[in-house]
């Protein structure tokens, strides 16, 4: 199986629909160790990423008009899909994580193959990922250890490329990235905060989940569901 755009979409639902099961606890995350918005953050990043999802793709250089035909965007390619995401999570979110999961997708819809080429297979989709990961520390200037995002998409790539390099394919491979996350996630808890607003609470951020890297782990969970569900519909990996 390759990443095709209906994986793409499946994946950006899934996440959306992870965060809008999930942003109370995200808010929690955010209320003991930043200011409490991280859950409706990115509840009200990814209800304007499905919004655009079920809009026509803006014509470039003919303005939206009465007549413009409704319905679903044409299909760009799975690229063009996650870098529209990402346009819109940067537009929509104004707290530190609407830029940071901005220019990830972004990096990510960038990294994969254009329409009418190959898709991506799990090594293709890894190298997204990774150009997620760059993009994410890039902007926000993070190392691993300083409990952000940062901190459950490392360990989520490095499951995933040793899945990869022991012959998985994209199921197992994003199963391993989700597990990796998670235990990324959980791992923040003892760190002392050295980015973001949580860095202002010094040595008072230690004993809290880091909320971002708690959402990195919903993002890199509902990629390996929206692959399971993806490889069942198409009769294997
Ligand atoms: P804000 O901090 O502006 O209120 P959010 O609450 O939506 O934004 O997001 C907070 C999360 O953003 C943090 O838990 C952390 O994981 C992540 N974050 C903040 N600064 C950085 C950074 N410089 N690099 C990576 N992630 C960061
Ligand atoms: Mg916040």
């Given amino acids: 199986m390759d990443v095709d755009t209906r994986l793409a979409e499946d994946w950006v639902r899934a996440i959306a629909a992870a965060v809008e099961r999930e942003h109370e606890r995200l808010t929690e995350l955010d ?74 997708f972004r990096a990510i819809g960038a990294a994969l193959p254009p329409p009418g080429r190959p898709g991506a297979d799990a090594a293709g989709l890894g190298e997204a990922l990774a150009a997620g990961l760059r993009a994410v520390r890039d902007l926000g200037r993070a190392a691993p250890g300083d409990k952000t995002v940062v901190d459950a998409w490392t360990p989520a790539l490095d499951a995933y490329r040793e899945a990869v390099a022991a012959g998985a394919g994209l199921p197992e491979a994003t199963a391993a990235a989700a597990g990796g996350a998670e235990r990324g996630a959980l791992d923040t808890v003892p760190l002392q905060a050295r980015k973001g607003r949580a860095s202002y609470l010094g040595p008072r951020s230690v004993g809290h989940q880091d909320p971002g890297a708690a959402s990195t782990a919903l993002l890199f969970r509902a990629l390996a569901e929206a692959t399971a569900a993806r490889a069942a519909a198409r009769g294997g990996s």
């Fill in 31 to 104: 209320s003991a160790i930043g200011d409490g918005d991280h859950g409706s953050n990115l509840r009200r990043g990814f209800a304007a990423v499905l919004a655009a999802l079920d809009s026509p793709d803006p014509a470039p250089d003919s303005p939206d008009s009465p007549d413009s035909p409704a319905g679903p965007a044409p299909d760009g390619g799975p690229g063009a899909l996650l870098t529209r995401t990402g346009s819109t999570l940067i537009s929509k979110v104004g707290g530190a994580s609407g830029p940071l999961y901005g220019k990830a």
